[in-house]
């Protein structure tokens, strides 16, 4: 069968939806002041939508087992491709504005750091977000890729990975290059060094993977594989909610150090919510919107990390959470505008140099 057909054009959708709502979401948090993210209704809303997380992680695991990449060291390649590009990123978004003079004093101050900003260059790279997440899954799920061929062994590789993650939260060794390493995996202190720790975050993926190894069982059909992700997900969500609403200290401890049941909860909602999608989208004809969103899924790598560094650009014109709901929503326009120009600039510069796209670890 053709690479093309096994493509799923629901995840795509979803995925090129996320472009912008990661541009809207990232503006919100950045510009809106607190009353603004909290108690305007659509300042509380976008808020919701940034805990969409696990859409996209799971997206990512099912197009894994898909994609045209399949060995090993292709896998290792782009894990370190991304951890590569996160720290270039981290130094455009936070030391850039700082080596030249528009990074805001509220911002700094944010952190409680008194002392020259210089002196926090090293934290500032090392902040650990969404790239530094899949960077570092790449570099252990291409092993189960390779290594485990049964679907429910892979299932139970995420489900562990959930299952455990609460106790070893916040491994730490007293050695600077290792405790790094260590946070990236295990981390839970925020906001530090990082938002996504691999565990639990990493199940997600894992999660993805196991439905496109069914995928693949399935002939790639996919009215059958949307059917038994709602499945799947009825029984996520009736197995976790209980967890989370009378074991929530354990099993959900914020949105970003969720504990087993946290996860199965998400993940219930999750592919509840991509069948949702997948039904629609069967009866959607292609037209401008649905071109667009998919150009923005076959460049998320790329658009993601610009709309970042250009709404970190802009804490230093617009101030750092000093803004009204309507002021923020006229720079949701501007960023979504300003994030297409570039990606676009990029495309022809690409094109004209004939040269290959290099980071799509995440398209």
């Known amino acids: ?195 996504f720790p691999v565990f639990p975050w990493m199940s997600f993926i894992i999660i993805g993977m196991f439905f496109g190894k069914w995928y693949q069982e399935l002939n790639y059909n996919r009215p059958q594989l949307f059917k038994n992700m709602l499945y799947t997900g009825l029984l996520f969500l009736a197995l976790g909610a209980p967890l989370v609403f009378i074991y929530g200290t354990y099993n959900y401890n914020g949105f970003y150090h969720m504990g087993p049941g946290g996860v199965i909860y998400f993940a219930g909602w999750t592919l509840i919510f991509l069948w949702i999608i997948f039904k629609i989208s069967i009866n959607v004809k292609e037209n401008k919107f649905t071109k667009l969103l998919k150009y923005c899924s076959k460049n998320l790598t790329t658009m993601y990390m610009t709309q970042w560094i250009l709404i970190s650009w802009g804490k230093g014109i617009f101030g750092f959470r000093q803004n009204g709901i309507t002021t923020v929503l006229a720079l949701i326009g501007l960023y979504i505008i300003l994030t297409f120009s570039v990606q676009i600039l990029f495309d022809f510069l690409r094109k004209k140099n004939q040269k290959p796209k290099i980071i799509e670890a995440l398209d």
């Open 1 to 195: 069968m053709e690479q093309q057909s096994k493509r799923i054009a629901a995840l795509d959708l979803i995925k090129g939806m996320s472009v912008i709502g990661m541009i809207i979401i990232h503006t919100l948090l950045t510009f809106a002041d607190v009353k603004s993210q909290s108690e305007t209704f659509i300042g509380s809303f976008i808020v919701f939508l940034g805990r969409g997380t696990s859409i996209f992680l799971i997206c990512m695991g099912i197009t894994f087992m898909t994609s045209r990449h399949q060995s090993l060291k292709s896998s290792i390649t782009r894990g370190g491709l991304l951890l590569t590009a996160a720290l270039l990123m981290n130094f455009l978004k936070f030391i850039f504005p700082v080596i030249f003079g528009f990074a805001p004093d509220n911002f700094i101050q944010r952190y409680g750091w008194h002392g020259p900003i210089e002196q926090q260059y090293m934290y500032l790279m090392l902040l650990g977000d969404i790239l530094q997440l899949a960077g570092m899954s790449l570099l252990f799920i291409g092993f189960i890729r390779k290594y485990v061929t049964n679907k429910y062994g892979i299932l139970a590789i995420g489900l562990l990975i959930a299952l455990v993650s609460r106790e070893v939260s916040g491994i730490n060794l007293n050695y600077p290059v290792v405790n790094y390493v260590l946070d990236l995996l295990f981390s839970n202190d925020f906001p530090a060094y990082v938002y």
